[in-house]
């Protein structure tokens, strides 16, 4: 007898042709999420299981997080031959609840002697006889005691959600534009939660953004990489074009103009990385640079699509997620972003295309562009 973690996915993405895929990453990724805590990590009769964990807790708390997962439950493994010390077992399991509870057995083994009804009422019968806090109810229980009858037998009481979504790496590529903001962080991490591999471009403009500026967003990047099972981040040298942006252009577009450059690059380095799309944080009406209007002129200069998850969100409900996942804390950091260096006074709403076209014609764009590029500094985390 020993206790395991029963791992849940989401069933909805297991049918057709896509489940042995589906069912061989997820089993992946758990394994690599409890690796550190020493788990042994394995697939059984359509459910994951983990065992011989250290730290049960922090192992939970790691499986939680990954995409895919639907839910976990500490689970007692025992032989399923012997049915008096599975009784046992289900008081010692219930010993400390005070109320109604109710028996639900799952009987996979066809073979074994006695069917779910029959198991459902010996194991609540032999409940009652021996806690006498307990009572039955099989409408609304207040706990579910669940009895599976595998290879071996499984006994539980409580699942614990879990993240959902599906495994990273099952959904192709897309490449996050990643601020040391709020928004961005958890645009990228809704996007990878589909099981999107994410890839991270973040545009920095030393000296006018700060050494400790660029480390907050990697710090940022090390706080997804745990859900979205790793993160390159691509850290672009932005002074030059901002300069010259601001030198250059009507001062009312340099935010628009400044939006464009860093889709234009974006685009590059997600081609080179076999990304198939871009993501970033932005929400509707949030700041001028995020009006109906300005969002398709920043569109408008790639063909990649790009994925705006929070678009219809408010900054709470933002928040609420970037709390959740651990990143608002650092984005609420106070340090300047290359966005807040050079902030128009009256930034154009509703900008026209002939004077952002004007403006980015007195720029050497593609020269820009390239050694940007070719400046480019790769982390890995
Ligand atoms: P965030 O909280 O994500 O910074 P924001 O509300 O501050 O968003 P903006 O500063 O207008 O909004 O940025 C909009 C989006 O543009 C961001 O969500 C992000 O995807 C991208 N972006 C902004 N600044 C940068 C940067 N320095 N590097 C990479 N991407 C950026
Ligand atoms: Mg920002």
Redesign the pocket.
């Known amino acids: 007898m020993r206790e395991v973690l029963q791992v849940r996915f989401g069933e909805i993405f297991l049918k057709g042709l896509n489940r042995p895929h589906f069912l061989r990453m997820l089993v992946e990724r758990v394994r690599s999420a409890v690796k550190e805590v020493g788990g042994h990590t394995w697939l059984s009769d359509g459910r994951v299981y983990v065992s011989d964990v250290g730290d049960m807790d922090e192992a939970i708390r790691r499986v939680t997080k990954v995409f895919g997962v639907h839910s976990v439950c500490r689970a007692i493994e025992m032989p399923k031959d012997d049915f008096e010390a599975i009784c046992v077992q289900a008081a010692e399991l219930m010993k400390d609840h005070n109320g109604t509870f109710k028996v639900s057995a799952r009987r996979s083994d066809k073979r074994y002697p006695m069917d779910s009804p029959k198991i459902n009422g010996e194991i609540g019968y032999y409940l009652i006889e021996h806690l006498p806090n307990l009572k039955v109810d099989v409408r609304k229980p207040e706990v579910v005691l669940s009895v599976e009858i595998r290879d071996q037998a499984y006994l539980y009481t409580k699942p614990i959600l879990a993240v959902g979504g599906m495994p990273v790496g099952t959904n192709g590529r897309a490449t996050?534009?990643?601020?040391?903001?709020?928004?961005?962080?958890?645009?990228g991490w809704m996007i990878a939660k589909r099981g999107v591999k994410v890839d991270?471009?973040?545009?920095?403009?030393f000296p006018y953004?700060s050494e400790r500026a660029k480390e907050k967003?990697l710090d940022l990047a090390r706080i997804l990489s745990e859900s979205l099972c790793g993160i390159r981040v691509h850290v672009?040298p932005?002074t030059d074009i901002q300069m010259q942006i601001h030198e250059k252009c009507h001062e009312d577009y340099t935010?628009i103009i400044m939006?464009r450059y860093?889709m234009r690059i974006?685009d590059q380095i997600a081609k080179r990385e076999h990304s198939q799309a871009l993501?970033?944080?932005?929400?509707i009406g949030?700041?001028a640079?995020?009006t109906m209007h300005a969002l398709s002129c920043t569109d408008s200069v790639t063909e990649l699509p790009v994925f705006r998850p929070?678009i219809g969100f408010d900054?709470q409900e933002?928040i609420d997620i970037a709390l959740k996942i651990d990143t608002y804390e650092t984005?609420s950091l106070p340090f300047e972003?290359?966005?807040?260096v050079f902030t128009p006074r009256h930034p154009a709403t509703k900008p026209k295309m002939d004077i952002i076209l004007d403006g980015e014609s007195k720029l050497d764009s593609e020269a820009l562009i390239a050694a940007a590029i070719e400046n480019t500094e790769v982390v890995d985390l």
């Open positions: 996050l534009l990643l601020s040391g903001g709020i928004d961005s962080p958890v645009a991270a471009v973040h545009f920095h403009s953004t967003v672009v932005f935010t939006r860093m974006a993501i970033t944080g932005e929400s949030q700041v640079s995020q929070v900054k933002i984005s972003d290359c966005c807040t």
